[in-house]
């Protein structure tokens, strides 16, 4: 096989790994996406829950966010309480 022949050769497989990253990166992205969304809809749902909100309008979904804001601004307590129960599985047993 010629040398020009071989470095052909190795530049297609560079080629085809090059592409293969691509579409690995892109995979892990998608599954990183979908997983956030899921987190994203569970939490929603459980909030909705324990508000006894079965279709939230978006004034509802605002207030909701506007009164965690307004937690988080006088002492973080949102996220002190968070802090507090992670690790914990059963946040209602904890």
């Avoid at 497989?13 to 992205?29: P, S």
């Avoid at 804001?69 to 599985?89: A, N, P």
Wanted: aromatic residues 6%; hydrophobic residues 30%; charged residues 35%.
């Amino acid at each position: 096989m010629s040398e020009q022949s071989t470095t052909y050769s190795l530049e297609k497989k560079l080629e085809q790994l090059e592409k293969q990253r691509i579409l690995l990166e892109n995979r892990a992205k998608t599954k990183e996406r979908k997983e956030r969304t899921r987190h994203l809809i569970l939490l929603g749902a459980e909030i909705c829950s324990r508000l006894q909100i079965r279709d939230p309008t978006e004034k509802q979904i605002r207030s909701i966010a506007d009164f965690i804001s307004e937690q988080e601004r006088r002492g973080g307590y949102v996220t002190k309480y968070i802090k507090q129960r992670e690790g914990c599985i059963w946040s209602m047993v904890c």
